[in-house]
Structure formats: C-alpha cells, structure tokens
C-alpha cells in the first residue's frame, strides 16, 4: 500500500504553508529588524504654579531611549528622577510629568474622546526624592520640556497648555524618520516571510523524490525481429549416429540409386535419337 502520494504531499505542503504563514504573522515586526537604539539624558530645573495649587521649583534628571531617532510617532521611552523639590510634599498637589505635545504609549483617551496628555506617574520616596517612567508618542515636530500634572479627574485633566513648563530638554524630528524605520522594518518582514513561505513550496518536489515510490523503468520498442524460439527437432531432423553396417548398406542404396538414374538418362537420350532420324 502506497502511503505517499502527490495530492497528499501537496496537501501536508499547503497546512504547512499555512501554518508558517500564521506564526510568522504572529511574530512582532521589531523582532524583524530593531534600529540602533538612542538614548539622551539631561537635567532641568523647573518653576511654575498653577490655580490653587501650590508652586513647584524643581530640579529633574530625565532619561529618553528609543530605537533609531527621536520622531514623531516613534515610542520614546521617559525615566525622570526628580532630585530636589522645594514643597514637603509634591504629591500632596502633583501626581506625575508630562511633555509638550506627547500622549501615552499607547494612547489614552478622555471620556469626551480626546487624546490625553502623556502622564509619567511619580513616586516619592523618603529621602524625598520622586522617579516615574512610561511610554510616549509625540504627535508633532518641535521642542519639548516638562511641567507636573496636578492632580485631577484622570478622565478630565487640565489641558496641558495652560501648565508652566520648564525649558526645551527633547527635540523631536518629523515623521520622515519614523516612515523609514517602519520600510526597512516592513522591507525585511516581509522578505523573510516570503523567502521562507516559497522555500516551503520549493520543498515539495524534493519530498516527492523522497517519499513517492520509485518506478521501474518501461523497456523500449524491440525494433528488430525477436529470436525463434528454438523447436525441438522431431526425430527424422535429429541426427542418427550409424553403424558400419548401415553406412555400408547406405552407401550401396546410393550407389545403385546414381546408377538406375545414368540408365535412365541414356534410355531418354537413345528415344530422342531415334525420333530425330525417322
């Protein structure tokens, strides 16, 4: 019983395709290709007050990471570390950071729908010093400082222009720069996948040479004539060894035989003579 044929190689090559094609899709595109990672760290001291809440003076070591450039729509990792703080408490009135023009990664939305602003949680610490990091998404071009959120309905915050905001310490490029991550990302996806999806379909004739069972080859047309079969000789045509006697008794039989013809033939000529002379 034959186990393998070519409808069934062709069918385990297709689920394979089609398997390959689901986990490949599945795989994040930053496992693909992840651009050179750049990173930037710089110190700011802020000053600002804000409606009933009380002024903040602080000095603030902030950390930004991301891979390939600082650009619009291109996650940027934030870690800040506030070192001085000029109020007991800042949590009392402030709860986190936020930079000009950036929402959170992913972005957050208000109950009204609008996008709101990035919020890098703070935590305090005894020694009264706060940290806080996240995740942000900058929407436009341009330079970018720091200002503290008050603290507020989370669903309806207070508009991030109306905060004080220290000086410039981020300056994010255009999206140019993020759309040439993401081709060279796409690019190499996409050329992986297919490579490996048409070396699957490019498998399948060295699994039927493997697997299908190898024909005995057809003989070619005989042009000539097949041999007779030799017959067996029947027993006058075969070969009688004699005797001396009857060699002898042969030979005489001949002899009498070449005889009675030479009589014959001169018998046959004397008729013909007499015919021609009467």
Not at 20 to 39: D, F, G, M, R, T
Not at 208 to 224: D, G, H, V, W
Not at 254 to 265: L, T
Request: glycine content about 6%; some cysteine; proline content about 8%.
């Amino acid at each position: 019983m034959v186990l393998w044929t070519k409808r069934r190689i062709g069918l385990g090559v297709l689920v394979a395709f089609v398997v390959a094609l689901i986990v490949l899709l599945q795989i994040p595109p930053n496992a693909y290709y992840s651009p050179k990672p750049v990173q930037i760290a710089v110190d700011e001291s802020v000053k600002g007050s804000l409606q009933t809440y009380p002024a903040y003076d602080y000095t603030a070591y902030l950390q930004f990471k991301s891979n390939g450039s600082f650009s619009v729509n291109n996650p940027i990792r934030v870690k800040v570390k506030i070192t001085y703080a000029n109020i007991s408490l800042l949590s009392a009135g402030y709860c986190c950071i936020s930079l000009d023009n950036a929402v959170d990664s992913p972005p957050k939305f208000a109950t009204n729908g609008a996008s709101l602003a990035d919020r890098i949680q703070l935590t305090a610490y005894s020694n009264g010093t706060y940290s806080g990091e996240g995740s942000v998404l900058f929407q436009e071009a341009g330079n970018s400082s720091t200002g503290l959120l008050p603290l507020a309905d989370p669903n309806n915050p207070t508009p991030i222009e109306s905060m004080p905001h220290g000086a410039s310490v981020l300056t994010i490029s255009g999206s140019a720069d993020t759309l040439s991550i993401d081709l060279n990302r796409n690019a190499i996806r996409w050329g992986v996948m297919i490579g490996v999806l048409f070396g699957i379909i490019l498998f399948q004739p060295v699994l039927e040479a493997i697997l299908l069972p190898e024909n005995s080859p057809q003989p070619l047309a005989q042009t000539q004539t097949p041999p007779i079969a030799s017959q067996p000789q029947t027993q006058s045509q075969q070969p009688t060894k004699l005797t001396r006697k009857q060699r002898k008794e042969l030979g005489k039989q001949i002899a009498a035989e070449m005889r009675n013809q030479e009589s014959r033939e001169r018998e046959q000529q004397e008729r013909e003579s007499e015919e021609s002379g009467s």
